[in-house]
Antibody
């Protein structure tokens, strides 16, 4: 089945840029919407955004000014960059398979499988 | 505070049935499909239900989902200690054009 393996530094200094990468296996990277979701300590899930294989993106407006995503189809990888981080960005970052299906012309979007999560702490 | 509202916690004994509610609005649950996720502490969330009431392969039929108007419900029958976890509802918001999740419900199987 689809497997996602996230990687990146576990510690980022305030005001610097967080960069994470996710490697996709057992499926074509052209098939789904590759999504990033984060979970702050003791809190719920926050959708960050997605990127499609052709480079089309959709970001959460709450992060839009600081977030960018990219995809490398030759390596079956996609990446997240979050600039000017602060303690509020401390979280577990999940790379996730985003699925889109249509029923009677209505879209259904859901998420799975998920990568294992990358714990990122923003601290000096 | 999440746009989708879930009870913070529910509890029940093994073998019993529990339901978890998820309340939203017309631009999210009211006009989009709902999914549900199970997160065992220390692990990544796992998809339990998609398209309001469909189970991915490998998910037991003890888990079921439903939707009515701007609310959705996850039901778990024949509770097992392994079901002790956090559960999140998810959907899309058509106005905001973003994915949304509920705040999560901690299920304790007593």
């Amino acid at each position: 089945q689809i497997q996602l393996q996230g990687s990146g530094p576990g510690l980022v200094k305030p005001s610097e840029t967080l960069s994470l990468t996710c490697s996709v296996s057992n499926t074509s990277i052209t098939s789904y919407y590759w999504t990033w979701i984060r979970q702050s300590p003791g809190k719920g899930l926050e959708w960050i955004g997605y990127i499609y294989h052709n480079g089309n993106t959709n970001y959460n407006p709450s992060l839009k000014s600081r977030v960018s995503m990219s995809v490398d189809t030759s390596r079956s990888q996609f990446s997240l960059r979050l600039t000017s981080v602060s303690a509020a960005d401390t979280a577990i970052y999940f790379c996730v398979t985003g699925k889109l299906r249509y029923f009677d012309s209505l879209p259904s979007r859901y998420f799975g499988p998920w990568g294992q999560g990358i714990r990122v702490t923003v601290s000096s | 505070q999440s746009v989708l509202t879930q009870p913070p916690s529910v509890s029940a004994a093994p073998g019993q049935t529990v339901t978890i509610s998820c309340s939203g609005g017309s631009s999210n649950i009211g006009s989009n499909f709902v999914s549900w996720y199970q997160q065992i502490p220390g692990t990544a969330p796992k998809l339990l239900i998609h398209d309001n009431n469909k189970r991915p392969s490998g998910i037991p039929d003890r888990f079921s989902g439903s939707k009515s108007g701007t609310s959705a419900t996850l039901a778990i029958t024949g509770l097992q200690t392994a079901d002790d976890a956090d559960y999140y509802c998810g959907t899309w918001d058509t106005t905001l054009n973003i994915g949304l999740f509920g705040g999560g419900t901690k299920l304790t199987v007593l």
